[in-house]
């Protein structure tokens, strides 16, 4: 089992910047990638960012990418999401969520989720 805690949502103004955490627990920590995945009221989940087991790989949605960076501390067991230029549109409550070896976009991929953390952008 591993379970995940998020950490560090609020409230900012557009242009901001933002930093959401992900801590992990249970399992060895450097055999799991990484997804942060949001959802905004009346929409599904989407893929934001994931970063592999080792961080030598990331990837980005196209809406964030270039304003969002995806890193990881396997000694803390934390993953991190650093948000730049935040726009209302990146409004929703952030989760992060693990997988064991993979890399993957799409929620059904990922086993293990956290509880999430709202992050709130005003125009």
């Known amino acids: 089992q591993v379970q995940l805690v998020e950490s560090g949502g609020g409230l900012v103004q557009a242009g901001d910047s933002l930093r959401v955490s992900c801590a992990a627990s249970?399992?060895?920590?450097?055999?799991?990638?990484i997804g942060w995945f949001r959802q905004a009221p009346g929409k599904e989940r989407e893929f934001v960012a994931v970063?592999?087991?080792?961080?030598?790989?990331?990837n980005y949605a196209d809406s964030v990418r270039g304003r969002f960076t995806i890193s990881r501390d396997n000694a803390k067991n934390t993953v991190y999401l650093v948000m730049n230029s935040l726009k209302p549109e990146d409004t929703g409550v952030y989760y992060c969520a693990a997988q064991e070896g993979g890399f993957g976009y799409y929620p059904s991929e990922y086993d293990y989720w956290g509880q999430g953390t709202q992050v709130t952008v005003s125009s």
């Open positions: 249970g399992r060895t920590f450097s055999r799991l990638s």
């Open positions: 970063i592999s087991r080792h961080g030598n790989g990331t």
